[in-house]
């Protein structure tokens, strides 16, 4: 019987997963370096943590969440985002506010695959939490522009807008509504269903764009200190040179957000071409039972960040192939290969016992920097023959100088 993952889903492996990897190391770096500590929250979560935080009328909530009762009879979910579990775990934890953290995990929603697109999928979350100042939202961006350069991502840009707090939104969706309700007849079947329940997701339609071009800016419904927030922010951004522009179409998929939402993006991606995005939250922890705090953080999709990027694993690789040419020395050439792992380099070996031809071919096949060959007559003389795989250099080596010889290559 043969078994398919499931849809949507993937197999990191090989060079992808050394990619994935050596990304999850550099971006560690980064996170220390700005103070940030990392998080690992479970999996999946009591399903009411998203429906209240990320937002009943969500599509993400809505359509998307893996949803499933437990044995205990628990309605449960496999987590579609990272900051309401970051919040609780706060919350729950007693960890102090303020404090920076950041999380790499997969994450899960039932949408519809395509390039860049999956059901389960990786993201490197970062949230700050504790403060309204907007040198908190500029950070975010500082912080994307390092990643960027570390994961090797060119030509990416920012998009930026401010949805103001909940009661600009609540005048703005009025407006909104004021103005959609005389083009209701023509826009889409969703956008008329989202009309009553999230009527800021007409927006984002790409159906109805052109029929809502003249569409009302949230930014001319904000009050003084929404404004003056985001004045500040595209003033630090404009200072250390960060470039962005205004999309006052950008309302996100999530219902949390206040102040500023921003997304960067890469033109190499097609569709899904939002690398990350995220935004200021300072009404969720109170809707999660915290008290009233400020936040603000963003994610990013590490496929998609793969897919952009330009890094390629080095080819020269440091692996060390031990070869044996006789299965008599094969149990003296596991013994080296033990005992080059304790001085901590990368080796391989054959165990079912080949020709010399093949196992040569297999090391090459594995990208051996260098093949340790162990032969009768080299056991004579008390060594090994090196050879050099790129160069295809063959030299003897006494066995005790071996370890010196790998380190002072
Ligand atoms: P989000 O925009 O829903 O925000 O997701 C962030 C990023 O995750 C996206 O820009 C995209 O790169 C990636 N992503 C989302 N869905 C998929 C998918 N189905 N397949 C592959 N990649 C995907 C959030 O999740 C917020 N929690 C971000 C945030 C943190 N806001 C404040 N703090």
Redesign the pocket.
Known sequence: MKFQRIKGTRDIYGKEYEILMEFYQRAKKTMDKFGYSFIITPTFEDVNLFIHSTGETTD?VEKEMYVFEDKGGRKVALRP???PSVLRAILENDIEIPCKVAYFAN?F?H?KPQK????E?Y?L???YIGYIDPLVDFEMFLIIRELMDIFEVKNYYFEVNSMGCIDDRKRYKEELKNYLSEKLEVLCNDCKRRFQRNPLRILDCKIDAEKIKDFPRITEFLCDGCAEHFEKLKMYLNKNNIKFSINPKLV???DY?TKTVF?VKSGRLGA?D??????R?DGLMKIIGGPDTPA??????M??IMLASEYKLPYEKDLIFIVYTSPELKEKAYNLYLFLTKETLKCDIVLDTKSLKSQMRRANKKGAKYVVILGEEEEKMGGYKIKDMEKGEEKFIKKENLPDYFKNI
């Open positions: 993400i985002e990272g900051t994450m929603r949408e860049g697109r999956f059901r999928f993201q979350g970062v949230e996100r998929g999530i957000y997304e899904q939002a690398l990350g995005g995220g935004g939250y603000c953080g963003f994610a990013m999709g496929e998609r």
